[in-house]
């Protein structure tokens, strides 16, 4: 009897019990947020950062997209976006003060200088700027890599890979840069050898990686090859020794050279050297 009432009772709860194998998982929650903003994504999730983007459609500044984010003029398919490092996938819709953007192809421009050109994106004062002479070089927005004061000639970068031009213009990745000076007069060897290696300017240190005569010219002709980048740093070493420079011409910039480029000129670089600027460590 016992016995019965026992398989009875078993019976009924296999009935109400489930088993273990078909055990659901709790359903994730989805926050909803006001102002119809998006839920902060994954960590891991692929895609390029949102200020990055804005900064490639040319819009502005990495920094200064980070400002518009937080301030809420971003849209991405059309959720308001305020998280800082947002990731953008391939298929959104991202929208700038209402307005639909979208990364610019990287364009990459090499311009043999002439004197008299300032290097800035323009000036209050109406004087030539090295923008006149690229205008036509590209419909996206480019903009010098580093500068050259008004009366150096020679190699100016013009592109629009932020980027790329931050890693040119860091003293840590050592860019070379090599310049033709013409001297006001005669360079003596002992002066020439002053300025071999380390040198004080200003009160701080610059490294001079090489410095010879021109061979085959006079000894006014001095090229002098450095990694800084301040202002007027090659006037200023020769003028460290007592000497004017004359002309100033930058030959050579993180590799690429005048070569079939007159003055005045400009032409894009080959993919074969914007690789070759990419991998520069």
């Given amino acids: 009897m016992n016995s019965n009432n026992n398989s009875s009772r078993r019976r009924q709860e296999g009935k109400t019990s489930k088993p273990l194998s078909r055990k659901s998982s709790p359903k994730k929650k989805v926050k909803k947020e006001a102002n119809n903003k998006v839920v902060p994504q994954n960590a891991t999730s692929t895609g390029i950062r949102l200020n990055k983007y804005i900064a490639n459609s040319g819009v502005c500044s990495r920094r200064e997209a980070?400002?518009?984010?937080?301030?809420?003029?971003?849209?991405?398919?059309?959720?308001?976006?305020?998280?800082?490092?947002?990731?953008?996938?391939?298929?959104?819709?991202?929208?700038f003060d209402g307005t639909s953007i979208t990364p610019e192809q990287k364009r990459y421009i090499l311009l043999n200088k002439?004197?008299?050109?300032?290097?800035?994106?323009?000036?209050d004062r109406g004087?030539?700027?090295?923008?006149?002479?690229?205008?036509?070089a590209s419909k996206e927005r480019i903009y010098p890599v580093g500068r050259l004061d008004r009366n150096t000639t020679g190699l100016l970068l013009f592109t629009n890979d932020g980027d790329l031009a931050k890693k040119l213009t860091h003293p840590k990745h050592n860019v070379r840069k090599l310049y033709h000076a013409s001297l006001d007069r005669k360079l003596d060897l002992k002066d020439l050898e002053k300025l071999r290696g380390e040198v004080i300017i200003e009160g701080r240190k610059v490294f001079i990686d090489a410095i010879s005569y021109v061979e085959g010219q006079p000894k006014t002709e001095i090229g002098i090859e450095i990694h800084s980048g301040r202002n007027r740093i090659v006037r200023k070493i020769f003028e460290h020794v007592g000497y004017k420079v004359n002309k100033l011409d930058r030959v050579i910039f993180a590799e690429l050279t005048k070569r079939n480029l007159p003055r005045g000129r400009w032409r894009p670089l080959t993919n074969q050297e914007v690789s070759n600027l990419q991998m520069m460590k």
């Fill in 114 to 123: 002439p004197k008299n050109y300032i290097t800035t994106m323009d000036d």
């Fill in 66 to 95: 980070d400002t518009y984010i937080e301030h809420g003029s971003v849209k991405v398919n059309g959720k308001l976006i305020t998280e800082m490092g947002y990731k953008v996938q391939p298929d959104d819709i991202v929208q």
């Fill in 127 to 136: 004087r030539k700027t090295v923008m006149d002479l690229v205008a036509n």
